[in-house]
């Protein structure tokens, strides 16, 4: 899986790309069907001060895309990250179902 990282109006430490890469390495259990990763970082002006962090996987046959807000980008990371957890598993059950409903069909000649 190609994983891309960009930072809007900002350079992102070296430790935070490698904090994103290692959280999205992780989800590749989910589905070998992932073809890459975009993770963009960017933020409100400072009396707002949110950060935020959009993810967006494609797939062989699907985009999934998580954005989450939060006092700093690890945070927002970790919640954008789960939003893609529970969105791959349930693309991967329903696929894991399809298969099967397919396999139980009998053809009548």
Do not use: W
Not at 41 to 69: H, V
Not at 78 to 106: C, M, P, R, S, W
Request: proline share 2%; aromatic share 12%; net charge positive.
């Amino acid at each position: 899986m190609k994983i891309n990282i960009t930072a809007r109006h900002f350079k992102a430490k070296d430790s935070l790309q490698k904090y994103a890469a290692a959280r999205i390495e992780e989800l590749e259990k989910y589905s070998e069907n992932i073809l890459f990763a975009d993770v963009i970082f960017f933020y409100d002006k400072p009396p707002a001060d949110t950060k935020y962090c959009e993810l967006i996987f494609k797939l062989k046959d699907k985009i999934i895309t998580a954005k989450e807000a939060a006092g700093d980008f690890e945070k927002a990371t970790d919640n954008a990250v789960l939003k893609i957890e529970t969105q791959l598993y349930k693309y991967k059950d329903k696929n894991k179902a399809q298969k099967h409903k397919d396999n139980g069909k009998f053809k009548s000649i």
